[in-house]
């Protein structure tokens, strides 16, 4: 991962995004798939509902549905309809306190962190397999 010198900031960040949507959504299998059964209307309308709720509140629970419910829509091949929500976001992102914009992004900067030592392990472990 580090060795490559194409692999910039920007890719390193998707590939942590896509690593967290993935553990996300096994989260949400092995929990029992509580959405299979909803349909694409209904599983968009009740995501808006949960991240409106989430962000008005950030508690556990609104953070949890929201999440099962985007891993249902992946699971379909389907995004979270993000842009039904973009204002909130916008509001939101304006009242956070530049302390708490800084802390939030100290915590995800770590994550990626771990996220790159996690990789390079394995992939120094690869290479090694494949050089036997």
């Not at 309308?45 to 991240?51: G, K, P, Q, T």
């Not at 915590?107 to 962190?113: C, D, K, Q, T």
């Amino acid at each position: 991962m580090a060795d490559d010198p194409g692999e910039g900031p920007k890719t390193i960040v998707n590939r942590f995004l896509r690593h967290k949507s993935i553990e996300r959504m096994q989260d949400y299998l092995a929990h029992g798939r509580r959405f299979a059964r909803l349909d694409v209307g209904q599983l968009k309308e009740d995501w808006i509902v949960a991240a409106r709720s989430w962000l008005a509140h950030k508690d556990r629970t609104a953070e949890r549905m929201m999440d099962d419910l985007a891993a249902e829509l992946r699971l379909r091949k389907l995004e979270p309809p993000y842009s039904a929500i973009e204002q909130e976001l916008a509001d939101r992102s304006a009242q956070t306190k530049e302390v708490e914009r800084k802390e939030a992004l100290r915590a995800v900067a770590r994550e990626i962190g771990e996220f790159m030592r996690e990789n390079e392990g394995r992939s120094t472990r690869d290479r090694t397999r494949q050089i036997q």
